[in-house]
């Protein structure tokens, strides 16, 4: 894993620059692997990959195996999106796409998906949103956080708020400690209204190269 999979991973959230725009810094301790099991291709996901829409519409499964003897630990798994454009500004604001809180894992329960989920209504901080990118902007990077809880998380964490949402306010307020992360990214294709519609979300801009 040190050899290969967690430079592969450390060198695409510096490359693709998740570290510093959503974190500054990560010290790997598990490896995060990622699939979307409801797709034709359930295989796990080569972090900074471009994946469709249709891939991405529904919750992703996650596998966090830890490299020490452990009895269960606590984890929370951000899903954040650091692309989100904000016009007014002239700028870009972080978006909460998957929120999940007080996750029990071991070493031989080390799954996250929506079997368990359903099990454990609980777990669910802020529903799954699935990326819907708007036409002409690009490439946005989907990071993929897990932190180790030190004990339970405050239950008045249910006001979290999606848009405009600081990361690092949230990790440093909830003393989380990261111990994994992965990435994907997607960009606007021809099925992206189809999942709009899906989730009851409002038609997606088209954005222009030119300023008006």
């Not at 301790?29 to 829409?53: A, C, R």
Request: glycine share 4%.
């Amino acid at each position: 894993w040190k050899s290969y999979k967690r430079m592969l991973t450390m060198q695409r959230l510096e490359t693709l620059a998740v570290i510093p725009d959503t974190l500054a810094t990560l010290e790997p301790e598990v490896d995060v692997q990622l699939k979307f099991p409801h797709t034709n291709v359930d295989t796990w996901i080569e972090p900074g990959e471009v994946l469709s829409s249709n891939v991405t519409s529904r919750p992703p499964a996650l596998e966090i195996v830890e490299f020490k003897e452990s009895t269960k630990d606590l984890y929370t798994v951000l899903i954040v999106n650091p692309d989100t454009p904000d016009v007014e500004n002239d700028s870009f604001t972080t978006t909460l796409h998957w929120g999940l809180k007080d996750v029990e894992l071991s070493n031989s329960d080390c799954i996250i998906d929506i079997k368990k989920l359903d099990q454990h209504p609980e777990y669910t901080l802020v529903d799954y949103l699935p990326p819907v990118p708007e036409k002409n902007l690009g490439k946005q990077r989907f990071a993929v956080w897990v932190f180790r809880q030190d004990g339970k998380l405050d239950s008045a964490l249910a006001a979290v708020e999606r848009e405009n949402f600081d990361i690092r306010k949230f990790v440093a307020g909830n003393k989380l400690a990261p111990i994994g992360a992965h990435i994907w990214r997607s960009t606007w294709d021809l099925n992206t209204d189809n999942v709009r519609k899906m989730y009851g979300l409002p038609q997606g801009r088209v954005f222009s190269r030119d300023r008006l």
